[in-house]
DNA sequence: TCAAAACGTTAACAAAAGATAAGGAATTGG
DNA sequence: CCAATTCCTTATCTTTTGTTAACGTTTTGA
């Protein structure tokens, strides 16, 4: 993909939070580089402190954590949505989990050390600052509703809102995967699956 | 409690996120009620607009859903922690639940209209953005953590992490409400709780 | 102070979910 | 292009959890 075209969702989805001026993004995009990421390639891996946050302009990724051997998918990021271990990348920790590419993939990405310069910046400051409070608090929305679904609902009643809130994407990942993410056995997920078949049918 | 004491808590929370020098901290003091909150008495009601968000600097407080009639248990604030139901202080929305206070409470609050003055206001607007980035960050971070628990760890697993992590205040939470918490019923955690006695015994 | 309500535990049974394995379809990667 | 792997479903069996109800204790509130 076009390095221009990439930088251009970025100022796209910026500017979903906070207006730029072009002089604003002239000084903003100095800060930003656009990395391709190949299928099974890692953006993130665990006990290695994340050092960027990114913007998928293209592909889509997956988060995982490992136990007991076994890969556990937490979340998912596609197109035009954030990703980082924002654990790690806030608290320069070392993340506990992987974030892989899904599919060929390229991500504008914005370092550590760019995004506490850009917050120095005059020109910029303010407004890094803004978007860092809005993109959390779009984030933390987004859990909120996450772990109220894990105390509200059943995994068939996660699974059937998943089916109507979650788009196409869906039908792109394997369904361990969502198993995963519902926090369910894909042994499970397949029962619910053809209880609700035969429901609609 | 004193109201002097209170707010000098809510400064010193500030602060642990972003210095103030005593002129801001004048100015920021202007925007701050100290408010009680009888046992029993809502912070937040359900299908009503979240219009404050608060910190605890006495006593504790109880979030919770009612779903088909009964009221499930999602979370706690204890001293020294923000409470609001955030979703719908940010996005302006009703609330789909509620926030009840434990025990007798006192909270500092700042409405959504004297924060977004705050925010306006010349001496401090850089500051409370940054304050405002942070605790989104690390409440964040919490749910973040929290979904985590849901995906990887057996109830089991979380109840005996949350033994370890939570402190004494959990001993003087009802049962019932932390097996909400946990996503399980009150039923399920007291065997939980009689296989980990026989083990530790 | 005292009756009512709330709590935690336990038991018995039902329902759901996990574990394991097998089989066929789809996908992958050389 | 084809062998190997991954994937989804299904079946069986085990374990866990949910449901309902009962009982004694503690707490609450009038």
Redesign the interface.
């Given at each position: 993909m076009d390095t221009l075209i990439a930088l251009n969702k970025f100022r796209k989805y910026f500017e979903s939070f906070v207006p730029l001026n072009d002089e604003e993004w002239q000084a903003l995009s100095q800060y930003l580089t656009v990395d391709p990421l190949k299928k099974k390639k890692f953006y993130v891996e665990a006990g290695k402190v994340c050092d960027q946050i990114g913007l998928v302009v293209k592909g889509s990724v997956r988060y995982y954590?490992v136990?007991d051997g076994e890969e556990?998918t937490?979340y998912f990021s596609f197109e035009d949505e954030m990703l980082s271990s924002?654990?790690s990348f806030?608290?320069r920790t070392p993340a506990?989990?992987y974030i892989q590419a899904l599919e060929d993939s390229v991500i504008v990405n914005l370092s550590h050390k760019n995004l506490q310069q850009a917050c120095m910046n005059e020109l910029l400051?303010?407004k890094m600052?803004?978007f860092?409070?809005l993109v959390?608090?779009h984030?933390?929305?987004c859990?909120?509703?996450?772990?109220?679904s894990?105390?509200?609902q059943s995994p068939e009643e996660r699974y059937s809102q998943l089916l109507e809130t979650g788009g196409e994407a869906l039908y792109r990942i394997p369904q361990h995967y969502i198993a995963?993410?519902l926090?369910i056995t894909p042994v499970s997920l397949s029962r619910i699956r053809r209880r609700i078949m035969k429901i609609s049918a």
């Amino acid at each position: 993909m076009d390095t221009l075209i990439a930088l251009n969702k970025f100022r796209k989805y910026f500017e979903s939070f906070v207006p730029l001026n072009d002089e604003e993004w002239q000084a903003l995009s100095q800060y930003l580089t656009v990395d391709p990421l190949k299928k099974k390639k890692f953006y993130v891996e665990a006990g290695k402190v994340c050092d960027q946050i990114g913007l998928v302009v293209k592909g889509s990724v997956r988060y995982y954590h490992v136990k007991d051997g076994e890969e556990i998918t937490g979340y998912f990021s596609f197109e035009d949505e954030m990703l980082s271990s924002y654990k790690s990348f806030l608290t320069r920790t070392p993340a506990v989990n992987y974030i892989q590419a899904l599919e060929d993939s390229v991500i504008v990405n914005l370092s550590h050390k760019n995004l506490q310069q850009a917050c120095m910046n005059e020109l910029l400051g303010f407004k890094m600052e803004r978007f860092g409070r809005l993109v959390a608090e779009h984030y933390l929305i987004c859990y909120e509703e996450r772990v109220t679904s894990f105390i509200t609902q059943s995994p068939e009643e996660r699974y059937s809102q998943l089916l109507e809130t979650g788009g196409e994407a869906l039908y792109r990942i394997p369904q361990h995967y969502i198993a995963n993410f519902l926090g369910i056995t894909p042994v499970s997920l397949s029962r619910i699956r053809r209880r609700i078949m035969k429901i609609s049918a």
